[in-house]
C-alpha cells in the first residue's frame, strides 16, 4: 500500500512542482504609457512655451489638461501618432539625446509619474526633439 501512494504521490508532487516553477517565474509586463514624440521647430516651440534654449538644453514640466489637449491637437494636424513605451524606453531614448542615467532617469520617472508631462531639448539651431504624455 505504501508503493502505490508513493507512485500515485511523486506524480502529484511533480505536477505541483512544475506548476510552481510556472507561476513564480511568469512576470508581469512591464507597463507602458502613451506617450507622443516629434521634432518641433525651436521657432514654435519657443513662442509656445515662451522659453529660450542653448542647443543641447532641455526643458521639461508638468502641463495642464489644456496644454496636453493642445499637443494632441498638433500632433494630429502634422500625422504624429502616439506610442505605447515603457518607462525603460522611454529613459533609452532620452539617453539617446545624450542625457545622463541620472537626468533621464529622472525625466522618465517625472514622465510617469504625472498625469501630463512635457520634456523637449533643443538638438541644433532649428530643431527640439519632443516627448510628451
Keep these: ?12 508532487l511533480l505536477l505541483a512542482l512544475v506548476f510552481a516553477v510556472m507561476f513564480t517565474s511568469c512576470e ?3 507597463e507602458t504609457y502613451e506617450v507622443y514624440r516629434f521634432d518641433w521647430t525651436y521657432t514654435a516651440f519657443s513662442q509656445s512655451f515662451n522659453v529660450s534654449l542653448n ?17 494632441v491637437a498638433l500632433c494630429q494636424q502634422y500625422n504624429v501618432k502616439s506610442e505605447e513605451l515603457t518607462e ?5 531614448w532620452l539617453k539617446g539625446l545624450g542625457l545622463s542615467d ?7 520617472g517625472k514622465c ?7 520634456f523637449g531639448m533643443r538638438v541644433n539651431s532649428t530643431t527640439v526633439k519632443v516627448l510628451f504624455k
Excluded at 61 to 70: A, D, E, L, M
Excluded at 88 to 92: L, P, S
Excluded at 102 to 107: F, I, K, N
Aim: charged share 25%; hydrophobic share 30%; aromatic share 14%.
Design 1 to 12: 500500500m505504501k508503493e502505490r501512494k508513493l507512485l500515485i504521490g511523486a506524480p502529484v
Design 28 to 30: 508581469e509586463p512591464e
Design 55 to 71: 542647443v543641447n538644453y532641455f526643458y521639461r514640466t508638468s502641463i495642464t489638461n489644456s496644454q496636453y489637449t493642445q499637443l
Design 88 to 92: 525603460d524606453q522611454i529613459e533609452t
Design 102 to 108: 541620472t537626468q533621464a532617469d529622472d525625466v522618465s
Design 112 to 118: 510617469i509619474d504625472y498625469e501630463h508631462y512635457f
